[in-house]
């Protein structure tokens, strides 16, 4: 019996499972790999579900940067820090819209579930310490050494692989069936080849990330972005959601998600906002400044798609580049031929095609705001703030829609909500299929929040799967 390609909730009774096991994770991204470790290691029975080739998911496309407070990758960085202001600082720049207790409980457990990567799977994670990400009041970003979601997500493979935990690669779920009381029974799973199979389980973690994929769903909630390049995984394709409503599970901040002002046009590879932060700024296709850059990199995805051509370049110089470079997706930006070079700004513009003369007074006014440590007309402001200096930089960007925010609503164990408050008897969810913590606007998104949300509620997720899975008469 073939399975729907459409997300779908059936009822279990008369339906007979191929296989079965305690937790189930749909979804091989960070949040999935993470809740699938934590899970075996409390002694559950774990089958992962993906539906590409090889586990990648969104995480695959980011930095792989996870913030987080309190570590001691900071300690032995000696970097300050603490867990009541990286709360603080995703209250403020979530306009007060997140939920103060997930916020809490992310934030408390971020730090524990990295050093717990490190020591029991030998994850190398430092955190960065020459640049501060905007919105964050201490350098908290951690990550591997590549700077790299790829070098994350293989590393996390790796992991999972060596714990014995199988991951079911090619298998896309389409149905969850649940019993009379609400409990999830199983899932039924299309493979390639059009057959399908139905799996048990006694806990299901959804992992399978936010909607960012679904056109559709794109346009009836975050219509500002239905045009924008996405570049997130394809395969996020709002399943969570679609099922959570099947459920009478209760969703917020739909319209939530996380945008880039800055993904290398045509080459689509992102560049580090540390262009930005570290003093440089961005110009239209007419050589003018738009906006504040300084706001976040999400909000300014929205700027750069309203300019001519939805285009837009970043500028900078040799010194920042040099901090750029400790990304791996830069370094391939600049091997891609993404970044041009120039020793005058005169001979930078020519190359960018500007009108003669605009880049050159648009500098200049930057860099006189950065003598004077003024406060732009955008509302930016300068104060210490470097000067640029040949050799100048530029990248020609356009802004991308990378992943929604809003989801499923949990409680501090992950496990889902339904409508009235209650949680759903054994549905679990984490990463982008629960709701995260950055508010209703793009402008809420505090960089980072998309791993937190991911490493920890996947980190929560697995251990309240494990301890309902192996519950007596589970």
Known sequence: MGE??????????GVSFDAACDVLVIGAGAAGLIAALRAAEAGADVLVLERDAVPRGSTALSA????????????????ADSKADFAADIMAKSHGEADRATVDRVVDVAGTALEWLADNHGLGFS????????????????????RSGA????????AVETAGIVIVNHATATTLYKDDSGRIAGVGVL?????SDRIGCKALVLACNGYGGNRALVAAEIPEMA?????????????????????GAASRHLSGHQGHGSVAHPHGILITWATITEGGFQVNLDGNRFANEALGYSESAATVIAQREALAWTVFDARIAAIARQFEDFRQAEAAGAVLVADSLGELSARMRLPAGALEETAAGVAQFKRDGATDAFGRNWAGSAPLAAPFAAVKVTGALFHTQGGLVVDGAAR???????????????????????????????????????????FIAGATSAEVALRPGA
């Not at 549905?427 to 937190?452: D, H, I, M």
């Open 416 to 458: 889902v909500l339904s409508d009235d408050g209650a949680p759903l008897p054994n549905l679990l969810a984490a990463g982008g299929a629960a709701c995260g913590v950055s508010g209703a606007q793009a402008s809420g998104y505090l960089s980072g929040n998309g791993l937190l949300t991911a490493v920890a509620l996947g």
């Open 4 to 13: 729907k390609m459409a997300a779908a909730v059936a009822l279990s009774s």
């Open 227 to 247: 045009g924008a390049l996405y570049f997130g995984h394809p395969g996020n394709q709002g399943d969570a959601v679609l099922w959570g409503r099947a459920l």
């Open 191 to 195: 493979r390639p080849d059009g057959g």
């Open 151 to 158: 070098e994350l997500m293989d590393r996390l493979r790796v």
């Open 127 to 146: 955190v960065i310490d020459n640049f501060t990400y905007p919105g964050h009041s201490a350098r908290r970003m951690h990550g591997l050494p590549s």
């Open 64 to 79: 792989g940067l996870v913030p987080a407070a309190q570590t001691r990758f900071q300690r032995e960085a000696g970097i």
